[in-house]
């Protein structure tokens, strides 16, 4: 298939290539250049349509079925060795061009980039088709001008002489060196290394010149006036008759990306190192509170919780005390109660009415830590610290006990000279301090529920907190609390025994700020049991944060009474304050000490709450307080599971499981 279009003084371009979608763009940008183009799909086509009738050039795709485009190339100069002739192909390399070359090519266009490549293609015909059919020849003067004007440094070396004398240097070298052209002929070029210059990089290129080869190297030379460069030096042997007779050596300046990838290298190592100390450092430290939280688990008592923690810090190396100690009250001060580290003070104590590192620890339950050069109370405090275990302390950190807004005391500890508390060790200590925290807390919930001894707090009630007391205001009714199912996360869920209509409830809390859902659980003529979540109850989590438990709480138009029980070790002064700081309306009305019975119903009941699942607990309680278990049922079943958001099966389950568990433990 032949078709033609354009016209350009009647220069004629036959066009060989078999892909008629890659030919119609280059036919199209031939032709708007005013050449008529003739299209042909392979060698044969192309010889027969020169045999036909002289063309102005021919253009030929090298990869062509049967023959290629340079053996097309080499029959077309068999019979005409003037017709330009231009390879243009996107199969080609290096080699090929050399062959191009060789065969007689007039000029040779790679495909690709395939936009600007058409128009090369259309400056090579008119070029070919003005100038004639030879390859573009460098003269002598433009090799000499290409050299001396090139951007990098080139150099070239006497191969037959021993010493391997430089007989030029172009400009470029000269700018990079600061060596005149006259200064650098009949020298070595080894006049540029210095102490400095790799050995390994020189002998390299010894053995190489030695050996007539190549080589690349990159290696620090000098400039003439001493400042250190990275040259990239490549060297090439230069044959003439097959006889080595000069190098030509290329010089290019890469200090910066040296530098640049020597200092990448740098902080990198530096990176590995510290990520190395800092994962050392995390084992030793993981294995600090892992050690700590496993003695916390067999301490009884707040002695054995304090020594636990104590003893182990000191155990590390970089610890040189330790001790922990609790608020007293009457003085508004903190003193040793456990101490680790030398001979226990005798009259250490802080004033936390002051701004010191301690106090501000116990103040803002933040962790605080003290260095030399620090201000005078910080100073001060490592001071007596050294003057107890007889030896500097560096650094001190006074960590807070702190459960909620209970708090517990606090646990100094004191580093050796010559170490410093890192921010991964500030942060483990506090994780110490937590685990010390939720030990003691613990201990006092456990102490309410064990001891004979309790402290008794009652108060009145009014205004608008809690909730129930503003609702037996604005409804002039009663409300008696008859359970509490609290939960670590979640909210807090209350049931009160009412004589108060649950739809006026719901109507109430709906108009107040305080997150309080209301569910019926029970209701007849007379009566109801209400279920109240609350999102947040304070006086639940106050009461329950100090190891307390609410024993009687009720309302009667506005006016209400709490009854709390808590251990003498609650410190019942900073209960009652925390109660009536929190509960605007809460003023104590009766403080008692006495002893409880000995007898196991608050043992049993917290075995029993420790086994139930929140959901076990709150079918159970809502079935008792729903009336589930009286003959004839005041509910069903049915009527529960819809006060809690479950199925009927589901509640059925979970107070099953309920049952099971409490009697077991009855009468297992």
């Given at each position: ?19 008629e ?27 027969d ?72 293609l ?19 003067e433009?090799k ?8 990098v ?55 190489a ?30 044959h ?40 050392a ?5 993981d ?58 003070p005798g ?29 005078p ?36 500890v ?21 685990s ?62 009412t ?58 138009g ?24 929190q509960i ?24 029993i ?42 509640f ?17």
């Amino acid at each position: 298939m032949a078709f033609a279009s354009g016209e350009r003084s009647g220069e004629r371009v036959l066009y060989v290539d078999p892909d008629e979608g890659a030919a119609g763009p280059v036919v199209e940008a031939l032709g708007r250049a005013g050449f008529s183009v003739e299209r042909v799909a392979d060698a044969a086509a192309a010889r027969d349509r020169l045999a036909a009738g002289p063309v102005d050039c021919v253009v030929s795709e090298h990869a062509l079925p049967g023959e290629s485009g340079v053996e097309l190339l080499g029959s077309v100069r068999e019979t005409d060795e003037d017709l330009p002739f231009v390879l243009f192909t996107s199969a080609g390399d290096e080699r090929l061009a050399s062959e191009a070359i060789s065969a007689g090519v007039s000029d040779y266009v790679p495909r690709e980039p395939a936009g600007k490549q058409r128009l090369a293609l259309v400056d090579a015909v008119e070029r070919v088709v003005i100038e004639g059919s030879h390859f573009p020849e460098v003269s002598e003067e433009l090799k000499d001008r290409a050299m001396d004007e090139a951007p990098v440094g080139i150099t070239i070396a006497d191969a037959s002489r021993r010493d391997l004398p430089l007989i030029y240097a172009n400009e470029a070298f000269q700018e990079l060196t600061g060596f005149t052209e006259a200064e650098s002929l009949g020298h070595n070029c080894d006049f540029l290394q210095g102490d400095d210059s790799d050995p390994s990089a020189i002998a390299e290129m010894s053995r190489a010149l030695g050996a007539g080869d190549p080589v690349s190297v990159e290696i620090r030379n000098y400039t003439k006036s001493g400042e250190p460069f990275w040259n990239r030096l490549d060297i090439a042997p230069v044959h003439l008759g097959g006889e080595l007779t000069h190098y030509v050596g290329f010089q290019l300046d890469v200090t910066e990306r040296v530098e640049a990838e020597r200092e990448a290298k740098r902080q990198a190592e530096k990176a590995r190192a510290e990520r190395e100390t800092v994962e050392a450092l995390l084992t030793r430290l993981d294995g600090l509170v892992t050690d700590v939280t496993s003695r916390l688990l067999s301490a009884d008592t707040r002695a054995a919780v304090e020594a636990a923690v104590c003893e182990r810090l000191v155990e590390t190396d970089e610890y040189v005390l330790a001790w922990v100690g609790d608020r007293d009250p009457a003085t508004d001060t903190v003193s040793p109660s456990t101490w680790v580290g030398g001979d226990p003070p005798g009259d250490l104590e802080f004033d936390l009415t002051g701004d010191g590192p301690v106090a501000r620890a116990v103040e803002t339950g933040q962790l605080q830590v003290v260095t030399t050069g620090g201000d005078p109370a910080a100073a001060d405090l490592l001071d007596r610290h050294a003057a107890v275990v007889g030896e500097d302390v560096a650094a001190v950190a006074a960590v807070p006990l702190r459960y909620g807004d209970v708090g517990y005391g606090v646990l100094v500890v004191g580093i050796e000279a010559g170490t410093t508390f890192s921010e991964p060790e500030q942060r483990v200590l506090s994780a110490v301090g937590r685990s010390a925290t939720m030990a003691l807390h613990d201990l006092t919930s456990q102490r309410l529920l064990a001891s004979d001894e309790v402290t008794e707090l009652e108060f009145g009630l009014t205004g608008e907190e809690p909730f129930f007391v503003a609702l037996s205001s604005a409804l002039d009714t009663s409300f008696v609390h008859v359970g509490t199912v609290s939960r670590e996360a979640g909210p807090t869920t209350l049931f009160f025994e009412t004589d108060a209509d649950p739809e006026a409830v719901a109507s109430v809390l709906d108009g107040r700020d305080e997150e309080v859902s209301v569910t019926p659980v029970t209701t007849d003529d007379d009566r109801s049991v209400l279920e109240f979540d609350v999102e947040r109850s304070p006086l639940v989590d106050l009461v329950i944060d100090r190891g307390g438990r609410i024993t009687e709480m009720h309302a009667t138009g506005g006016v209400g009474e709490l009854t709390v029980e808590i251990t003498p070790e609650a410190q019942p002064r900073a209960v009652v304050e925390a109660i009536e700081d929190q509960i605007s309306g809460a003023d104590l009305t009766a403080y008692r000490e006495q002893e409880r019975p000995a007898e196991t119903r608050q043992d049993i009941r917290a075995r029993i709450d420790e086994q139930l699942t929140d959901r076990q607990a709150t079918a159970l309680r809502t079935a008792i307080v729903g009336g589930f278990f009286e003959w004839p049922r005041d509910s069903t079943g049915e009527e529960l599971a819809t006060s809690m958001s479950i199925g009927r099966s589901t509640f059925h389950q979970h107070l099953r499981a309920a049952q099971r568990k409490v009697f077991e433990e009855l009468y297992a």
